[in-house]
């Protein structure tokens, strides 16, 4: 803080020798509050709390998570460089642990999905630590190399998510299913695409005859233009006679096969 007032008494100093007496006081008010402020900031950024770092963590998570849709030329702002994403730490920490961000659209342990997008318990706490922590860059030789970002970013659910759904949906033997709707045969169920989903939460279940409620997924603020396939962890095999229900009137609900190898 030494150094600040430093700065601060010499500006002033400047400041009175170079402007007419009429407009000293105001123009001296407000230097003051820029200066502290400026000093202020640099002090705010150069606390670390955290062992936590950009290059090291953070970026690994948001090319896995964000980055297909936060970069350059795609629909959001770049989350690309640490430079990038320092200004948005905080609002990214709240938008993540409101689960707002990244868009899943649908509510996380209502089915078991191998491309769910939610951040783990794991990842959250060192995002939150990064983030109230100072936020530090870290050191170049922790950041990925650039194939090794490029693979993170096209695992992303969201990467080339258009063609993706469009995929599933005309793949041999997917159902377009509206409404309830009884299963004639045995269908082994690899995921589902959900397309045209009003606002609001609906939970999608499976009745097995036997009368077992199998949960597939439960969409909840499912937004189209981020929309993606749910893919099962493992495949479900649901028996003929199994009852589909839960689907938003005005919705289809795609039931993805198993794909054959």
Not at 156 to 165: I, L, P, R, T, V
Request: proline content about 7%.
């Amino acid at each position: 803080m030494y150094q600040c007032s430093s700065t601060i008494s010499r500006k002033l100093t400047v400041l009175k020798n170079n402007l007419g007496r009429s407009s000293v006081k105001r123009q001296v008010h407000f230097a003051c509050i820029v200066i502290i402020g400026m000093c202020a900031l640099a002090e705010a950024h150069d606390i670390v709390t955290t062992p936590v770092t950009w290059d090291r963590e953070i970026s690994r998570i948001f090319y896995s998570r964000c980055v297909a849709c936060h970069r350059e030329g795609s629909r959001a702002f770049s989350l690309m460089q640490y430079q990038e994403t320092f200004p948005w730490r905080t609002a990214i920490k709240e938008e993540v642990l409101e689960r707002r961000m990244p868009p899943w659209g649908a509510v996380k342990g209502f089915g078991d999905f191998r491309n769910d997008q939610a951040l783990t318990p794991e990842e959250l706490e060192l995002l939150t630590s990064w983030s109230q922590g100072g936020s530090p860059e870290g050191e170049e030789k922790d950041f990925p190399a650039k194939d090794k970002l490029n693979e993170m970013m096209k695992e992303s659910a969201w990467f080339d998510a258009e063609a993706k759904a469009s995929h599933s949906a005309r793949q041999p033997g997917a159902i377009a299913v509206k409404g309830d709707f009884k299963l004639v045969k045995t269908f082994n169920l690899d995921g589902l695409l959900a397309k045209s989903v009003p606002p609001g939460s609906y939970q999608i279940i499976a009745e097995l005859p036997d009368g077992r409620i199998e949960p597939l997924v439960w969409l909840d603020d499912y937004k189209e233009q981020f929309g993606h396939p749910f893919l099962y962890r493992a495949p479900l095999e649901l028996p003929a006679g199994t009852v589909i229900s839960g689907i938003p009137p005005g919705a289809t609900i795609f039931l993805l096969p198993e794909e054959k190898k």
